[in-house]
């Protein structure tokens, strides 16, 4: 996602320096960035700690190991 946001970034910028000043200052030095920084590092916990809770859902019933029967 960082590279096609620097892709489209460069689509409409002259350089690629300039590219790279706009992006650090949107992350950095805006409200709306750090915002969308926290926002990101937030959703990214929540997901780790779904997957983990599922594959202990999975093995504390034991639903990996043994046949599956058809229905």
Do not use: N
Request: net charge positive; proline share 1%; glycine share 6%.
């Amino acid at each position: 996602m960082a590279i096609s946001g620097e892709l489209i970034c460069l689509w409409y910028s002259p350089s690629i320096i300039d590219v790279k000043f706009s992006l650090l200052f949107l992350k950095f030095d805006t409200r709306i960035g750090d915002i969308l920084v926290r926002t990101h590092k937030l959703i990214i916990a929540i997901s780790f700690v779904a997957v983990i809770l599922h594959l202990g859902k999975a093995v504390f019933f034991s639903s990996m190991f043994g046949v599956r029967s058809s229905t």
